[in-house]
C-alpha cells in the first residue's frame, strides 16, 4: 500500500537522540483530529509543559509525518492557548516540507517552539494536546526553478 500522508513515530534510536527519557517512546501519540470536520489533527504532549511568562521552549513530539511532494503541513497553537493565555509559535507558523520526511539530520522529528507571551504561566499535561497539525496543497510558479536539494532538518536549505 502507498503512502499518501499521514504520520508515524520516529525511530527509537532517534527517539533516543532526541529526547531525555527513552521511556516515553511508547507514550507517544500520534495526531488525530477531534472531530469529523476538524481540519487540524491534535498534537499530545509528551510530558508536562511548563512554560513562564515569557519563556520559550522547543518541545519534541516523538512524531514525523509524510505526505504528497505538492503538500505541506503547518504547525499552529490551539486557539485556546493562543486566545486564553497568549502563546505563541516562536517562527508564527510551522511549515514542515514533504522532503523533510526522513531527512538524514534527524528523520523529520517535529519540533513544537512556543513562546508564552502572556502574563501568567502556561501549563499543559502530559497527554493533552498543545499544538495543531493541518495538511495543506500548494501550487508553483511556471518558472519554478530549485537548485538546491534537502540534506538536513530545520534550516537545512540556507
Known amino acids: 500500500m502507498t503512502k499518501i500522508r499521514g504520520f508515524e513515530k520516529i525511530s527509537p534510536q532517534q527517539f533516543e537522540k532526541d529526547m531525555n527519557n ?3 517512546y ?3 501519540k500520534l495526531p488525530r483530529r477531534a472531530t469529523k ?8 504532549a509528551l510530558q ?3 512554560l513562564k511568562t515569557g519563556e520559550m521552549a522547543a518541545i519534541p513530539t516523538g512524531i514525523k509525518c509524510f505526505m ?3 503538500e505541506w503541513l503547518s504547525i499552529h497553537v490551539r486557539s485556546g492557548h493562543g486566545f486564553k493565555y497568549n502563546i505563541r509559535l516562536k517562527n508564527q507558523v510551522g511549515v514542515i516540507d514533504s522532503d523533510y520526511y526522513d531527512n538524514v539530520k534527524n528523520e523529520g522529528h517535529i519540533f513544537v517552539a512556543l513562546q ?5 504561566d502556561f501549563f499543559v499535561k502530559k497527554g493533552e494536546a498543545f499544538a495543531q497539525a493541518i495538511f495543506h496543497k500548494y501550487l508553483v510558479a511556471d518558472n519554478d526553478f530549485v537548485e538546491t536539494t534537502r540534506n538536513g532538518g530545520f534550516g537545512s536549505t540556507g
Open 26 to 28: 511508547e507514550d507517544v
Open 37 to 44: 470536520h476538524s481540519a487540524g489533527y491534535d498534537i499530545f
Open 116 to 120: 508564552n507571551e502572556g502574563e501568567k
Open 48 to 50: 508536562d509543559i511548563h
Open 22 to 24: 527513552f521511556n516515553l
Open 68 to 70: 504528497q511532494s505538492d
